[in-house]
């Protein structure tokens, strides 16, 4: 059975401050790993995608770790704009759908 | 970039009614959707894969006959939800594999049945 485990939270963070999240999947073979955000009540959007040698957007850094089976999202210089729930998605690539998380639901604070 | 292009955004039905929830790509090729379901405070669920010119694939529990899903052009996929019950209100999304990296989704469309 396919799995994406994370801690929903909330995580509730001062303004400025880093926040690292991380989550877990079951299945091996997935080839394709994503952060998204959702704000509530909305369609998700793709924060960035996830490679073994890591990656990193601005703010954003992203890890992948094959060998433990866990991806990793750090915020740095957190901003009230960050506030959303963040879902790790897994894939087995192309035809296959994604496995989402529940998603971890973060709360930037002034 | 690639859009999906869904609707209704919203819609409110009566108990034992029908509803239509479109997905169009825009500007690019989709012969792959896939739909989800999302109720509040749960993950997306993957309900089935839509393929144009064939048969869609349902996920374990989903019940085929309930929720019809029709891919009848590169462009388009459709889900109808028969016979609506109370139960099947939630947020459903449809997703196409993208150009570059990630999927596109559609805007959702929340199915509040009373």
């Known amino acids: 059975r396919k799995e994406v485990e994370q801690d929903p939270g909330p995580f509730n963070v001062p303004e400025g401050a880093t926040v690292a999240f991380n989550c877990t999947y079951s299945n091996s073979a997935s080839q394709s790993f994503f952060w998204y955000r959702q704000d509530c009540r909305k369609e998700p959007k793709l924060l960035m995608s996830v490679y073994s040698s890591g990656n990193e957007d601005g703010r954003f850094t992203a890890q992948l770790n094959r060998a433990s089976q866990y991806i990793s999202l750090l915020i740095r210089d957190s901003k009230l704009s960050d506030s959303a729930t963040y879902l790790c998605v897994v894939s087995g690539g192309g035809a296959d759908g994604l496995t989402f998380g529940k998603g971890t639901h973060l709360i930037i604070q002034p | 970039g690639a859009v999906v292009s869904q609707h209704p955004s919203r819609v409110i039905c009566k108990s034992g009614t029908s509803v239509k929830i479109e997905c169009r790509s825009l500007?690019?090729?989709?012969?792959?959707m896939f739909w989800y379901r999302q109720f509040p405070k749960q993950s997306l669920m993957l309900m089935a894969t839509s393929n144009e010119g064939s048969k869609a694939t349902y996920e374990q529990g989903v019940e085929k006959d309930k929720f019809l899903i029709n891919h009848a052009s590169l462009t388009l996929s459709t889900l109808t939800v028969t016979s609506a019950h109370p139960e099947d209100s939630s947020f459903y999304i449809c997703?196409?594999?993208?150009?570059?990296?990630?999927?596109?989704f559609g805007s959702g469309t929340r199915l509040t049945v009373v």
């Open positions: 997703s196409a594999p993208g150009q570059g990296a990630g999927y596109t």
């Open positions: 500007d690019f090729q989709a012969t792959t």
